[in-house]
């Protein structure tokens, strides 16, 4: 009897915790800032890929899932793509930072990281579809260098037309 108490004890602090918890913010909402440029991509193929494997943390078209709104996981979530659009922004063309390491790190199979798959299954690429992104993003970014980019507008349009 006395352990049946002290698990129902345990139980209430715990969900008392996890909504105190809810009222805690990242320090931000979810936020979308405008695409400022985007790279001048090889192909629509290499834009579609990257899109599906590396848009969530490294654009600014981020599709928040119901769970980066819960903490803290929100936490979690808001953290990835806070970091993940200052190494690389697909949408910030013009101020993106490391572009030379874009098909590496592709290539070596770091990203996108294993943890992102299990909520988003659709980013796991095949050995093929992995080795083509390295090759497109490294076109991409031989052609497109972090001074020029395309404007999102014109991109908007161009799928339209098609």
Same mark, same amino acid.
């Given at each position: !009897?006395?352990?049946?108490?002290? #698990?129902?004890?345990?139980?209430?602090?715990? #969900?008392?915790? %996890?909504?105190?918890? &809810?009222?805690?913010?990242?320090?931000?909402?979810?936020?979308?800032?405008?695409?400022?440029?985007?790279?001048? =991509?090889?192909?629509? +193929?290499?834009?579609?890929?990257?899109?599906?494997? /590396?848009?969530? /943390?490294?654009?600014?078209?981020?599709?928040?899932?119901?769970?980066?709104?819960?903490?803290?996981?929100? =936490? @979690?979530? &808001?953290? $990835?793509?806070? +970091?993940?659009?200052?190494?690389?922004? %697909?949408?910030?063309?013009?101020?993106?930072?490391? *572009? $030379?390491? #874009?098909?590496?790190? *592709?290539?070596?199979?770091? !990203?996108?990281? %294993?943890?992102?798959?299990?909520?988003?299954?659709?980013?796991? @690429?095949?050995?093929?579809?992995?080795?083509? #992104?390295?090759?497109?993003?490294?076109?991409?970014?031989?052609?497109?260098?972090?001074?020029?980019?395309? +404007?999102?507008?014109?991109? +908007?349009?161009?799928?339209?037309?098609?």
């Amino acid at each position: !009897m006395r352990i049946g108490r002290i #698990l129902k004890i345990v139980v209430i602090v715990l #969900l008392v915790g %996890f909504l105190l918890i &809810q009222l805690v913010p990242y320090g931000r909402a979810h936020d979308n800032p405008a695409v400022v440029s985007e790279p001048n =991509w090889d192909s629509p +193929e290499t834009r579609a890929l990257a899109e599906r494997a /590396c848009f969530d /943390c490294h654009s600014n078209e981020t599709v928040w899932p119901w769970y980066s709104n819960v903490a803290p996981v929100s =936490w @979690l979530v &808001q953290h $990835d793509v806070d +970091e993940g659009r200052q190494f690389i922004n %697909f949408s910030d063309w013009i101020n993106s930072g490391e *572009v $030379d390491e #874009l098909s590496e790190v *592709v290539n070596r199979g770091e !990203m996108p990281p %294993f943890q992102y798959f299990p909520t988003h299954p659709e980013a796991k @690429l095949t050995d093929a579809e992995r080795a083509a #992104l390295a090759d497109g993003l490294a076109a991409t970014v031989a052609q497109s260098p972090a001074t020029t980019g395309r +404007e999102h507008g014109e991109h +908007e349009e161009h799928e339209e037309g098609e």
